[in-house]
């Protein structure tokens, strides 16, 4: 992402959102450039061997191999609570016997066999399970979200490991079906997993997600005088249905923070940028272009200012089902909106065709620009559009009074260091005319006594 100089806009290469290594699939920057495939890949390099083969070969159910596998690697990882783990682990598998009547459980399912999210509707999935075909689903969700309750005091990047190998782990039951169908059932098996977790997984104490939260949103306010012109923004807003668009998208980004599940943000990130595109195309009655997306992407940011950006992005991040960062428009979307905060956070005056000096006096509050009303509003009866047409005019006298004082002091200031530097070489022309001696030779001395020379 870049800003050309000859145009000064924004430009935004498509090769930017793809993995680094290549792979095709969206990257992002919490996982330096990588798609999660890729980053988890070359994090697992650096760890010892999983004890995945173990569960397998010791003969142990499918229950034990889908769930162990999770909780296994953990064991490896922190070796002084070994035991802890263990026991817990034990008890895990005792308490999952109860959701099954037997003690046989299909590996994988039978691709015949009816998927309960066909209609994709997470009410008819959770009814769905009460079937003994998929019961073992609820039985793989409930005992994993009981065991995530119990470790609720690990860092936050273990637990993202934790569901993240749980998503892998139920993905090899659906390696039969076609990929739509699996994505739907993962993302029902999300949605089931991360509703109840999210009050211990989201923006945890021990994070530093808080102290960012407010980083942003401070620098999102301090930038609350950035035009559409600024950012070159293809929108015009003296069309009503433009307006209404981008309210929408601001209204959907702002609802980010009240969802739970991963998914259900993504799906706010989805629609606001699909108004993005609309309201694009309603302006210039043509398709955008990625340029043209991202910095009115970045506008509607800046209007939005959502509450706890960096938590809600960090979530998505950890606990999505990750196919659905990697491909189709929800991972472009989620990848743009990264890209966007990323461009807030390192925005400076070149970026917006100004100096330093004047992006400076704009971030000091000693430059402001007064912002026009559409006319598709000015032209409405709601009486407060008035006052603030009126408010406008007021402060845009104000303003320029400011101005004629600023020139003033200005103007002042420079007569007076004139004055000064005229005073100043008056008196160095008269000492070079009576040197200091000849001056004080010619004095005669004091009587103190008379008062006289």
Same mark, same amino acid.
């Given at each position: 992402?870049?800003?050309?100089?000859?145009? $000064?806009?924004?430009h935004?290469?498509?090769?930017?959102?793809?993995c680094?290594?290549?792979?095709?699939?969206?990257?992002?920057?919490?996982?330096?450039?990588?798609?999660?495939? &890729?980053?988890?890949?070359?994090?697992?390099?650096q760890?010892?061997?999983?004890l995945?083969?173990?569960?397998? +070969?010791?003969?142990?159910?499918?229950?034990?191999?889908?769930?162990?596998?999770?909780?296994?690697?953990?064991?490896?990882?922190?070796?002084?609570?070994?035991?802890?783990?263990a026991?817990?682990v034990k008890?895990?598998?005792?308490?999952?016997?109860?959701?099954?009547?037997?003690?046989v459980?299909?590996s994988?399912?039978?691709?015949?066999?009816?998927?309960?999210?066909g209609?994709?509707?997470?009410?008819d999935?959770?009814?769905?399970?009460?079937?003994?075909?998929?019961?073992?689903?609820?039985?793989?969700?409930?005992?994993?979200?009981?065991s995530?309750?119990?470790?609720?005091?690990?860092?936050?990047?273990?637990q993202?490991?934790?569901?993240?190998?749980?998503?892998?782990s139920?993905t090899?039951?659906?390696?039969?079906?076609?990929?739509?169908?699996?994505?739907?059932?993962?993302?029902?098996?999300?949605?089931?997993?991360?509703?109840?977790?999210?009050?211990?997984?989201?923006?945890?104490? +021990?994070?530093?997600?808080?102290?960012?939260?407010?980083?942003?949103?401070?620098?999102?306010?301090?930038?609350? $005088?950035?035009?559409?012109?600024?950012?070159r923004?293809?929108?015009?807003?003296?069309?009503?249905?433009v %307006? @209404?668009?981008?309210?929408?998208?601001? #209204?959907a980004?702002i @609802?980010?923070?009240?969802?739970?599940?991963?998914?259900?943000?993504?799906?706010?990130?989805?629609r606001?940028? +699909?108004?993005?595109?609309r309201?694009?195309?309603s302006?210039?009655?043509?398709?955008?272009?990625?340029?043209?997306?991202?910095?009115?992407?970045?506008y509607?940011?800046?209007?939005?200012?959502?509450?706890?950006?960096?938590?809600?992005?960090?979530?998505?991040?950890?606990? &999505?089902? !990750?196919?659905?960062?990697m491909?189709?428009?929800?991972?472009? &979307?989620?990848?743009?909106?990264c890209?966007?905060?990323?461009?807030?956070?390192?925005?400076?005056?070149?970026?917006?065709?100004?100096?330093?000096?004047?992006?400076?006096?704009?971030?000091?509050?000693?430059?402001? @620009?007064?912002?026009?009303?559409p006319?598709?509003?000015?032209?409405?009866? $709601?009486?407060?559009?008035?006052?603030i047409?009126? %408010?406008?005019?007021?402060?845009?006298?104000?303003?320029?009074?400011?101005?004629?004082?600023?020139?003033?002091?200005?103007?002042?200031?420079? @007569?007076?260091?004139?004055w &000064?530097?005229?005073?100043?070489?008056?008196v160095?022309?008269i000492?070079?005319?009576? !040197?200091?001696e000849?001056?004080?030779?010619?004095?005669?001395?004091?009587?103190?006594?008379?008062? #006289?020379v």
């Amino acid at each position: 992402m870049s800003v050309v100089s000859d145009t $000064w806009r924004i430009h935004f290469d498509q090769s930017e959102l793809l993995c680094k290594d290549g792979c095709g699939y969206y990257g992002n920057p919490a996982w330096h450039g990588y798609c999660s495939k &890729c980053w988890r890949e070359r994090s697992r390099k650096q760890q010892p061997n999983s004890l995945q083969d173990r569960h397998q +070969n010791a003969g142990a159910s499918p229950v034990a191999a889908t769930t162990g596998y999770v909780f296994a690697k953990f064991e490896e990882k922190k070796s002084s609570e070994k035991w802890r783990r263990a026991n817990t682990v034990k008890k895990f598998f005792s308490t999952t016997k109860s959701f099954v009547k037997t003690d046989v459980l299909p590996s994988s399912l039978d691709p015949k066999a009816s998927l309960p999210c066909g209609t994709g509707d997470f009410t008819d999935f959770l009814k769905s399970l009460r079937k003994p075909a998929t019961q073992f689903i609820q039985k793989h969700c409930v005992g994993f979200i009981e065991s995530m309750h119990t470790r609720e005091e690990m860092q936050v990047q273990e637990q993202s490991d934790m569901v993240q190998d749980f998503y892998q782990s139920m993905t090899a039951h659906f390696q039969g079906f076609p990929t739509d169908e699996c994505d739907r059932m993962l993302d029902n098996i999300e949605k089931m997993i991360m509703t109840p977790l999210y009050k211990s997984v989201f923006c945890p104490d +021990n994070s530093q997600d808080e102290q960012k939260d407010l980083l942003v949103q401070r620098r999102i306010r301090s930038l609350h $005088w950035v035009t559409p012109e600024m950012l070159r923004v293809p929108l015009d807003e003296e069309k009503p249905e433009v %307006n @209404e668009k981008i309210f929408y998208a601001i #209204t959907a980004i702002i @609802e980010i923070d009240s969802k739970r599940a991963p998914q259900d943000k993504l799906s706010c990130i989805s629609r606001a940028s +699909n108004s993005i595109f609309r309201a694009i195309q309603s302006s210039n009655n043509e398709p955008a272009t990625a340029d043209d997306f991202l910095s009115c992407l970045i506008y509607s940011v800046l209007k939005a200012n959502p509450p706890r950006l960096h938590s809600n992005l960090q979530y998505i991040t950890r606990f &999505c089902y !990750p196919r659905r960062l990697m491909t189709g428009e929800a991972g472009y &979307c989620f990848t743009s909106l990264c890209c966007a905060v990323a461009f807030i956070e390192k925005l400076d005056g070149p970026s917006l065709n100004l100096t330093r000096e004047e992006f400076d006096q704009y971030m000091k509050g000693q430059r402001s @620009e007064v912002r026009k009303i559409p006319v598709c509003l000015l032209q409405s009866d $709601w009486p407060g559009l008035k006052q603030i047409q009126e %408010n406008q005019k007021v402060l845009a006298d104000l303003w320029s009074r400011q101005e004629m004082v600023i020139r003033g002091v200005q103007s002042l200031e420079q @007569e007076l260091r004139d004055w &000064c530097q005229h005073i100043g070489n008056e008196v160095q022309a008269i000492i070079s005319r009576y !040197p200091l001696e000849a001056t004080s030779s010619s004095l005669k001395p004091l009587d103190r006594e008379n008062g #006289t020379v």
